[in-house]
């Protein structure tokens, strides 16, 4: 079972970058996936959500408009578009898999390092 997160890096703020993280060892289209971020200092925060069928998905208020998830089943691939990124959004990125509506998350991937520069 394993989850590899890539695409992080360091960017200005206003810039963009997409993250992803290809999924092994479960049925991919079986599970819910989501992103996570954790900043210095601060507790992990569920960041967004997508259903496993694609369907429906979820963000926080603080990333709602710039970041969209996505996910290509086809490529056991769950996907995280960051637009219009700022120095709080500076935090390492973590994807999971799991079952939304019970808000359990039982596989994690590495993380991905952003960094948001002023």
């Known amino acids: 079972v394993q989850l590899q997160a890539s695409g992080g890096g360091l960017v200005q703020a206003g810039g963009s970058l997409r993250l992803s993280c290809a999924a092994s060892?479960?049925?991919?289209?079986?599970?819910?996936m989501a992103w996570f971020r954790q900043a210095p200092g601060k507790e992990r925060e569920l960041t967004a959500y997508?259903?496993?069928?694609?369907?429906?998905?979820s963000y926080a208020d603080s990333v709602k408009g710039r970041f969209t998830i996505t996910r290509d089943n086809a490529k056991n691939t769950v996907y995280l578009q960051m637009n219009g990124l700022k120095p709080e959004d500076t935090a390492v990125y973590y994807c999971?898999?799991?079952?939304?509506?019970?808000?359990?998350?039982?596989?994690w991937g590495q993380g991905t390092q952003v960094t948001v520069s002023s």
């Open positions: 999971a898999r799991g079952v939304a509506t019970a808000g359990r998350w039982f596989d």
């Open positions: 060892g479960r049925t991919f289209s079986n599970y819910d």
């Open positions: 997508i259903y496993r069928t694609g369907t429906y998905t």
